[in-house]
């Protein structure tokens, strides 16, 4: 069985790998893309992912391109974002949970938009 695997897209190197850190030790594969680019070439690369996990670091001109192009080319991938504040965006995300939860909170979300909820 491959592992439930997820495009996380920040320009906070630190977060970043936090947030990776925290995923691949809850079973995710986790694919990491810190520019624009990095993120086209995974979402047009043979991938299997589940999830998107949007940070508030992207700007948003960018949310906004690859959020509308991960719908054009997956259009049921969930793209879950994590934000700071009152924060608005024009992307079409399917969830946005504040940035500053809890590593539980963000973990239980994304298991819940992946269809994992309650899986270890």
Avoid: W
Avoid at 26 to 40: K, L, N
Avoid at 44 to 71: D, Q, W, Y
Avoid at 74 to 81: C, D, G, T
């Amino acid at each position: 069985m491959l592992p439930k695997s997820i495009l996380t897209i920040s320009r906070d190197e630190l977060l970043q790998h936090t947030r990776t850190l925290m995923l691949e030790k809850s079973g995710f594969h986790v694919s990491p893309a810190r520019t624009d680019q990095e993120a086209v070439a995974f979402l047009t690369a043979p991938n299997t992912f589940e999830l998107i996990l949007l940070c508030h670091s992207v700007p948003e001109p960018s949310r906004v391109l690859l959020v509308t192009l991960a719908k054009k080319l997956f259009p049921a991938l969930p793209i879950l974002m994590l934000y700071n504040g009152y924060e608005h965006t024009a992307a079409s995300v399917d969830g946005a949970i504040p940035n500053l939860d809890s590593p539980a909170s963000v973990i239980s979300m994304v298991k819940f938009l992946t269809g994992h909820a309650g899986q270890h």
